[in-house]
C-alpha cells in the first residue's frame, strides 16, 4: 500500500468513526430533538392562544350587536304600545265626552218634561217607584209581556 493509498483510507476511516460516533451519541440527539419539540410546541401554544383570542374578540362582538338588537326592538315595542294606549285613551275621552253630553241633554228634556201638566203626577210616580221598586219592576215586566203578546196577535193577524 502506498501512502497516499493509506493516507486515503485512513481519512474514510476517520470520517466513518465520526459518523459512527454522532450516532453512538444518543443523549444529544434526544436532547436536539426534544429542543425541536419544544420549539413546535411553543410555536402552537402563540398560534392556539391567538384564535382563542380571536375567537373570545368575535364572540363578544356578536353578543354586543345582540343586545343592542333586543334593546332597539324593545324600544321599538315600548314606542308601538305608548303610541296605542293614547290613541285608546283619545278614544275613550272622546265617547265619554259623546255621552256625557247626551245625558246632560237627556237629563235637561226630563226635566222640561217634568215642569210640564204632567209633572206633579209624575214626580208622584217616581216617588212610588223608588218606595217600591221590585212592585216597579214586576209591573213593568207585565206591561212589556202584555205588549209583546199584543204584537204577536197583530203580526199573526195580519198573514
Known amino acids: 500500500m502506498t501512502k497516499r493509498t ?5 481519512a474514510r476511516l476517520t470520517d466513518t468513526a465520526g459518523a459512527l460516533a454522532a450516532k453512538a451519541d444518543l443523549k444529544g440527539r434526544t436532547q436536539a430533538r426534544a429542543a ?16 382563542a ?6 364572540a363578544q362582538s356578536r353578543a354586543v350587536r345582540g343586545g343592542h338588537a333586543a334593546q332597539e326592538q324593545v324600544l321599538k315595542a315600548r ?7 293614547l290613541r285608546t285613551g283619545h278614544v275613550v275621552q272622546e265617547q265619554a ?18 215642569q210640564g201638566p204632567l209633572a ?5 210616580a217616581v216617588r212610588a217607584a223608588l218606595r217600591r221598586p221590585r212592585q216597579i219592576l214586576i209591573a213593568g215586566a207585565a206591561l212589556a209581556a202584555a205588549g209583546v203578546a199584543v204584537g204577536v196577535v197583530r203580526r199573526g193577524s195580519r198573514r
Open 120 to 124: 206633579r203626577p209624575v214626580r208622584m
Open 6 to 10: 493509506a493516507r486515503g483510507t485512513g
Open 36 to 51: 425541536d419539540l419544544m420549539d413546535k410546541a411553543g410555536a402552537l401554544s402563540v398560534q392556539l392562544r391567538s384564535g
Open 79 to 85: 314606542h308601538t304600545v305608548q303610541e296605542r294606549a
Open 97 to 114: 265626552g259623546r255621552a256625557g253630553h247626551l245625558a246632560s241633554e237627556k237629563a235637561a228634556e226630563a226635566g222640561r218634561a217634568a
Open 53 to 58: 383570542t380571536k375567537a373570545g374578540h368575535q
